[in-house]
């Protein structure tokens, strides 16, 4: 079993180019989610969905965009990338009920010079 | 006010010793809480879910304290692979909100 598989695992980046990470679960989750993580800034939600056709902005959106096509894949777009979305983003998926908890795919490291 | 804060440490202890990490929230209404564990450069991990009564996983102890509004994780004869980053969450039932501590970082030295 895969669980949440995300796709590169690292890239770099020219500032202005477009890019989208991918990320795919298999465990049927309702909920799907992305993070990015930095040094002393911890883990913040930047865009989430609860179901399959629905998405929403968490706390840092802009310049990212996401789409909820079908319940297996959330795939993340940077529309053209600038050098502050240099981080590591993690895809994350719950069942989205009760006491479910996150579970992270491996991340995906981005450098944009 | 930060909604999960943590002890950043590091804490740093001898092979076989007891550590104990705790973390507050300050969302009274909060309803499910985790432990997850971090090592460099790797996802975050599920390490134990907690629940109201307290529970238990091997040499991994966690409890819930709704009244202070804390969560504790408690480690028992600590071993190297245990030194990695905690990472505390909690989510009052709004799943588009999971509340993340900054992580309380774990050395384990021989």
């Known amino acids: 079993i895969a669980g949440i598989t995300q796709a590169p695992t690292s890239q770099i980046l020219a500032a202005g180019r477009r890019m989208t990470l991918r990320c795919t679960q298999d465990m049927r989750h309702n909920a799907m989610y992305w993070y990015r993580q930095d040094l002393g800034l911890g883990l913040r939600l930047i865009h989430y969905?609860?179901?399959?056709?629905?998405?929403g902005k968490g706390e840092v959106p802009d310049g990212y965009s996401v789409s909820r096509a079908n319940t297996d894949d959330f795939p993340l777009t940077l529309a053209s990338a600038v050098p502050s979305q240099t981080s590591v983003y993690f895809c994350a998926s719950s069942q989205g009920r009760g006491n479910s908890p996150l579970h992270f795919g491996n991340g995906t490291r981005l450098t944009v010079t | 006010r930060k909604e999960v804060e943590q002890d950043p440490g590091p804490f740093n202890v001898p092979e076989g010793a007891t550590v104990a990490f705790n973390c507050t929230y300050s969302n009274s209404a909060s309803q499910s809480f985790f432990w997850y564990r971090q090592d460099c450069r790797k996802e975050p991990k599920l390490l134990m879910s907690?629940?109201?009564s307290g529970n238990e996983d091997g040499r991994f102890t966690a409890q819930l304290n709704r009244a202070s509004q804390y969560i504790s994780l408690l480690i028992r004869d600590s071993k190297l692979s245990d030194s990695a980053t905690y990472l505390c969450?909690?989510?009052?039932?709004?799943?588009?909100?999971?509340?993340f501590g900054s992580g309380t970082k774990l050395n384990v030295k021989p």
């Open positions: 969905s609860n179901t399959a056709g629905t998405t």
């Open positions: 907690v629940y109201s």
């Open positions: 969450v909690v989510n009052p039932y709004n799943f588009n909100k999971f509340y």
